[in-house]
């Protein structure tokens, strides 16, 4: 029955068009409202950003969590489960919670006539579970852009937090860094602080909004450096050395910016010892976002933009310098995807495009045009060539709706999902 019941909520979902997407805060508000305001009773951390808001999300949570805090944690996209996305203590919200809220959301808004994106049924169905299940704090990632997110109907917050921007969704958010900025800023509440690197490069358009709403600009004082040595990963902030599970160069920004976040919390009273920020910086995991399994020498990642792919070649480059790559990639049509191709590929590199169907997913024959001598590999083929690699670095990276379809299909690839906490 359990199961029966959340298929059924998925496809209550999904029948809203997995691809739509309409900002504004008017109806998913009126939602919450019905619902009593569940987002009120919650101390949030908000984060936006075009790249890096989601291991910052990770990486907190996971340090709140070993801290002894009951911690909500909202993402998206998710890899496999519609579950992951939201998370008590990085345990997911069952399917049977899920298909509950769901079910009862979707019909209550029908009846009230309000209509419901996909996301902003999400996003109500998270803020709904964590207030019921008295969480301490919540830690939650914007959607797209922050102004007009789903994840902005809140009053107040503790912090917000800025990764970094570049240009993605421009035809959502703006064709410049100083518009999307400004919807990323969005997420700032008046009189509240927000936390943001002071080379971002939406910096004077952030800190103009927050002056204009009397918010407190934090800026790092200290930069965290990552050093990769005798095969492991470390990062170092305040002559501290913390062993961490996560790889790519991408996250010393990153995780400048959680440290000074656990320094602020520290500040405003929560207790949060040196000895949880060590047990959760060298057991967190964030799937699918430069994710190494060893044993098959294989690299996963959702790189779908081009400052995005500038990263994970630089990072490949820095952790893998002479293996041989193979790439296994898929994109979609919204996505800047002429661009990444130029940035990841080298010439000598061994380049494979997987057929996945998604209604935006870019045919075959397009990608090949911008890469002849690539090849279309499916499912079965895929799973061969994995399974008998040896030396070569194979990458599967793109759309996480393409990786989310690798992983989810029976054999090999949800075998290693399944022992190496892929999702």
Not at 139 to 157: F, K, Q
Not at 192 to 206: K, Q, W
């Amino acid at each position: 029955m359990e199961n029966e019941n959340y298929e059924k909520a998925i496809n209550l979902i999904t029948s809203r068009e997995k691809f739509h997407i309409c900002l504004g805060l008017e109806r998913v508000s009126a939602m919450l409202e019905i619902l009593g305001n569940p987002q009120d009773r919650l101390k949030i951390i908000h984060v936006a950003g075009t790249n890096g808001k989601g291991s910052v999300c990770a990486v907190l949570s996971k340090i709140l969590t070993c801290a002894g805090f009951k911690t909500g944690l909202y993402t998206s996209p998710h890899i496999l489960e519609y579950t992951e996305r939201i998370k008590i203590n990085q345990r997911d919200i069952s399917k049977n919670d899920f298909a509950d809220l769901i079910t009862q959301i979707a019909l209550t808004a029908k009846i009230n006539g309000i209509y419901l994106t996909e996301f902003e049924l999400l996003t109500c169905t998270a803020y709904k579970y964590f207030a019921d299940k008295d969480t301490d704090i919540c830690v939650i990632e914007t959607g797209l852009g922050g102004r007009l997110d789903a994840t902005s109907a809140i009053s107040s917050n503790i912090l917000s937090i800025i990764t970094s921007i570049s240009l993605d969704h421009t035809d959502r958010l703006g064709d410049t860094i100083e518009k999307i900025a400004y919807e990323k800023a969005g997420i700032i509440k008046s009189g509240n602080p927000v936390l943001v690197g002071a080379d971002n490069n939406g910096f004077e358009t952030i800190k103009r909004i927050a002056n204009e709403k009397q918010s407190r600009i934090l800026t790092p004082e200290h930069r965290a450096e990552l050093l990769f040595e005798n095969s492991c990963n470390y990062v170092f902030y305040k002559d501290k050395k913390y062993e961490f599970a996560l790889l790519g160069l991408w996250q010393e920004e990153n995780m400048t910016l959680v440290f000074e976040a656990i320094n602020y919390l520290r500040e405003e009273g929560y207790e949060i010892p040196d000895s949880a920020v060590q047990k959760a910086l060298k057991t967190v995991c964030w799937p699918c976002r430069m994710q190494y399994i060893k044993k098959h020498n294989l690299l996963i990642d959702g790189t779908h933009n081009p400052d995005g792919a500038r990263v994970l070649r630089n990072s490949i480059n820095y952790y893998f310098p002479d293996n041989k790559r193979v790439w296994i990639y898929g994109a979609l049509t919204t996505k800047d995807y002429k661009k990444v191709m130029e940035i990841l590929f080298r010439p000598q590199d061994e380049v494979y495009f997987y057929d996945f169907k998604y209604p935006s997913s870019v045919p075959f024959e397009k990608l090949q045009k911008l890469r002849p001598d690539a090849l279309l590999i499916n499912q079965k083929e895929l799973e061969y060539l994995a399974a008998e690699n040896n030396e070569a670095l194979i990458i599967i990276s793109g759309s996480f709706y393409m990786i989310g379809q690798i992983l989810n299909s029976k054999g090999f690839f949800r075998n290693i999902a399944e022992v190496d906490n892929i999702y």
